[in-house]
């Protein structure tokens, strides 16, 4: 494959990834950036065909049979844009170009306005439970009984040690 | 033939003829398709007057007679041209706009514009071909056939045909422009209303768990392969090797492309490690996807029971169980986490390579004990004053807990620690207690198990505990036998209470 042709072929990136399908929908977590994204039906059906062999046009077609929609072009390349942007695809600065006014130009003000692919994140609470901290660090402040317990860990609770405070926490 | 000549002469005329005019009105776009079709960047705002220009002179000179075969000859070259470029960037894939009618009709290349490009050259080449003798009747004649007066009344009219065409097409474009407003403005709108300025907060997204604790009894499941055999935890043990769980899905593109590896994995070390692929979905699907990429060993679930037992809910995932029966790793996610995880295991450096593990999974040099490492020291009186000596507990597995009187999660924990030993599970490990507060306290909680005093937790510090509840694994020889587990569902499964999955069978048609 010539390199013209690859750099105009999108490929999902797959490398330090993981996946979890929720009602219809796919959250992708990114263990390099510790951040989720969500992907629609729409855009989990346009990644996966991201192999590095189909064109846009073939992705389309693609979509369009997992879906059984009409598998619009601009759609797919409105997709491509938003998991560039997540860099969820290799090579993410051809194809995050895509911008929605083009797709507002062509007419689909929908695509161009509806998010196929959205950054989320946990719930405060449990993102406080995966912090780390040694035997010796202070994160902890004080004990947990009488009403001062340690803000944000649901699982245990910091332990008073000899010279400092400890801090217990879910990894 | 000469009607035909005529036709064509005129469609070609009038389709150059509009597609300059769009061109002239949108210059800006015609500017940035010509740069993306490959034109010099330098050279494109010129060759964007220049290309309306061409078009309108061509399907000027298409009209009168005596120019006739010219212009066909010139509309022959452009559209072979135009076609040339199309056909080249679709052949590379790419799929932007075409303005060939300028703002009158945007859209992107496809098929669909090399039909119609080769539809006009086609009547091209038949003008040229078929008209160079005689390419039909003058479009003009009937003006010129007309008196004076009536020709320049004629003039004004085409002219101000002209104009309204100039109207006409400077109202459609500013009401595309007024669409594209309304769009945003609605796009702008739905953002704020669904929060989707910022990042979208969901119970789900949480980072993957790391999974049960090293040297937690390993959840037992049995599960059909791809022809329907059931296959069990216990069999795979069976097998005198270290068992590969790999979690993953055939929806799942990271799992996917780590099929090759998984296939050379299980060729590879055949010797030293079983690997199962534990899958979900339709068999159909997996039979496609995964296929002897790890044997026979390509189990079903029925959903995601085995993944949840051993929380590992995001996939590619792969958790490691010793010969032993427990858990000799977390839970490793992604392609280079399980890239080290099966490494690791299949050189023996892992925690799995015996019973309860070796020292090499040992990450603090002066810090904590690691695994396989002598436990410290724990001798203290108990609540009634009797000495107890953690060394005394040889001959059996002892789980070390750490606890709080005081810590509400210690509190909720305490009742399943009561249940737990009044009816301990089979090969359950002894329990040592080790807490803060006062004497009475600790009898408050009611425990069978002998408890010792730990002011300043000292003895917590000493085995790497970093808070309450959490235990640790002793086992019979008096090493330490397990990560230290930080939390109820972790302490109690130390303890040996791990999800009971139900079986699940699968008919094969």
Redesign the interface.
Known sequence: MSP??HA??PQ?R?????????AGE??V?D?ER???H?LTATA?AV??HCDGRR???EIARAVAEDTGTSGD??LV?TALAQLARARLLEAPGAWAGVS???A????L?TA????LV???????A??AQ?LT?T?DATL?TG????GN?CTG??????????GGT?????? | MLPALFLARLVLAAVLGAAGVAKLFDRAGTAEALAAFGAPRRSVTALAVALPVVELVTAGTLLPRRAAWWGALAALALLATFTAAVGRALA????H?CRCFGQLR???I??GTLVRNGALLALAAFVAGAGRADPGPSALAWLLALPPGERALAAIGLLGLALLTVVAVQTFRLS?QQ??I???L??IE??LESG?GR??????????D?GLPVGAPAPEFELPDLQGEPRSLGKLLALGRPVLLLFA?P????????VPEIRRWAREHAATLTIALVSSGEAAANQAKFAGVAGDHVLLQRGSEVADAYSA?????AVVVGRSGRLASAVA?????IRTLVAETASGSGAAANGHGQPGLRLLRH??PGLGDPAPPLARPGLDGTPVDLADYRGRDTLVV?W?P?????QRLAEDLRRWEAEPPRNAPRLLVVS?GSIQDNRALGFQSTVVLDE???I??AF???????AILVDAEGRIASTVA?????VLALAGVVPIIPPFTREVR
């Open positions: 013209a042709r105009s072929i999902a797959t490398a330090n990834l993981v996946v979890k399908p929720v796919v959250l977590y263990l510790h951040r989720a969500n989990a990644w996966r064109t846009v046009p072009e601009q390349a929605r006014r083009e507002l130009r062509a007419g003000a161009a306005a509806v998010p959205t950054t989320i994140v946990a719930p405060r449990a993102q995966s901290c035997v902890c004990s947990c009984g009488a317990s860990l649901s699982e245990a609770c910091c332990a008073v040690v000899t400890c801090c217990a926490v879910v990894t | 590379r894939g790419q799929r706009d945007p859209e992107p496809g098929a595309r669409g594209e309304l769009a945003r609605a796009g739905d953002q989707a990042p979208a907060e969901r119970e789900e997204a949480a980072p993957p790391k899905g929806a799942c593109d990271p799992c996917l492309a780590l809910r995001w996939t590619p995932g996610y992604g392609d280079a986490a810090g904590p750490f709080q005081q810590c509400p999660h210690c803060s300043g937790f000292a917590g510090k790497g505990a970093r808070g309450t509840p959490s930080v939390g109820a569902r972790d």
